[in-house]
């Protein structure tokens, strides 16, 4: 009896993830117009490292031969998961709504099926790749705002062909994640992405600069870097723990939902019958993709991939 609300329970801490996560992407959309996205970016990360450092460095000394040992992974990892995904996601808020982010983001698992094909060499079944095909046509009809007649006019979906692209690069970080499937602790080998990405950052600060943090944009470095960063992962595992990896990731299918209840309330942004038409066949594509046959349950890493969102 007690265990079983304690399971109930637990079916909370995926949806405080998806919620937090969800947020930070309204966060994102809303911050674009008061600091740049290197700014936010550096910053986001500057500040989880500075919070990790007291608890993880010594931790990380301790573990310094495993961690030499697969540094050039952890330099992968960094690059796509918060150097290039994070970036782009920063650069697309600038030209899209959050409601569109929120519904591109959700096809991480698509991208993920077809980079499994070039870095796995898996092949799909038929449901995988009627149900990216399915989910693909949903995207083309949101990013085309229900005439897709518009697709030829690129230029003004500029915003969401970067969004595309930076969840494109989010999808090799999850694969290699599988790939590599590497026996480090979840939080050593997040810190050291984290000091992999400042280390990226750096010649772009050097370059173009940081904005000063002011009243209008710190609350949103903040959240970014505390809440997004660090305690969604944290309330992830510990879902991940409780739930299982296979329950678990059900759950960011909420994402775009999430993310358009925020934007609609906090942002004002329209939700439309071509967000809802093609955010139903997308999620039916999602659906019908991860039909496959008895298999083993995926990994702990694999259910962590969301882990920089």
């Not at 600091?35 to 919070?51: E, G, H, T």
């Not at 890493?301 to 920089?308: H, K, P, R, T, V």
Request: glycine share 6%; net charge positive.
């Amino acid at each position: 009896m007690q265990q079983n609300r304690w399971v109930k329970l637990a079916v909370l801490l995926p949806l405080i993830a998806v919620f937090i996560w969800s947020l930070n992407i309204a966060v994102t959309r809303y911050v674009a117009d008061y600091i740049s996205p290197v700014s936010i970016s550096f910053y986001r990360w500057l500040v989880a490292f500075i919070v990790l450092t007291p608890v993880m460095l010594p931790k990380v000394w301790q573990q310094r031969q495993l961690v030499m040992l697969h540094w050039k992974q952890f330099a992968v990892l960094s690059a796509f998961g918060m150097l290039l995904y994070q970036g782009l996601a920063y650069s697309a808020a600038h030209y899209t709504t959050a409601t569109n982010m929120g519904i591109i983001n959700a096809f991480i698992p698509i991208f993920t099926i077809f980079v499994s094909i070039i870095i796995l060499k898996e092949i799909p079944n038929r449901f995988a790749i009627l149900g990216s095909l399915v989910s693909f046509l949903g995207l083309m009809y949101v990013i085309a705002q229900g005439n897709l007649a518009t697709l030829l006019h690129l230029g003004g979906h500029w915003g969401d062909l970067l969004m595309v692209i930076a969840v494109f690069f989010y999808a090799f970080y999850g694969v290699f994640l599988k790939k590599w499937q590497l026996k480090v602790p979840l939080m050593i080998s997040l810190y050291v992405q984290i000091g992999f990405s400042l280390i990226y950052h750096l010649p772009f600060v050097l370059w173009l600069g940081v904005d000063r943090l002011d009243m209008q944009n710190s609350a949103s470095v903040f959240y970014a870097g505390l809440f997004a960063s660090l305690i969604a992962p944290w309330v992830w595992m510990l879902a991940v723990q409780r739930l299982g990896p296979n329950r678990t990731s059900i759950f960011m299918n909420l994402m775009p939902i999430f993310t358009a209840i925020l934007a609609y309330f906090w942002l004002h942004e329209a939700w439309t019958i071509y967000h809802s038409i093609g955010g139903i066949i997308i999620i039916a594509g999602i659906a019908m993709a991860q039909m496959k046959s008895k298999k083993q349950e995926p990994s702990v890493d694999e259910s962590l991939n969301a882990i920089n969102k």
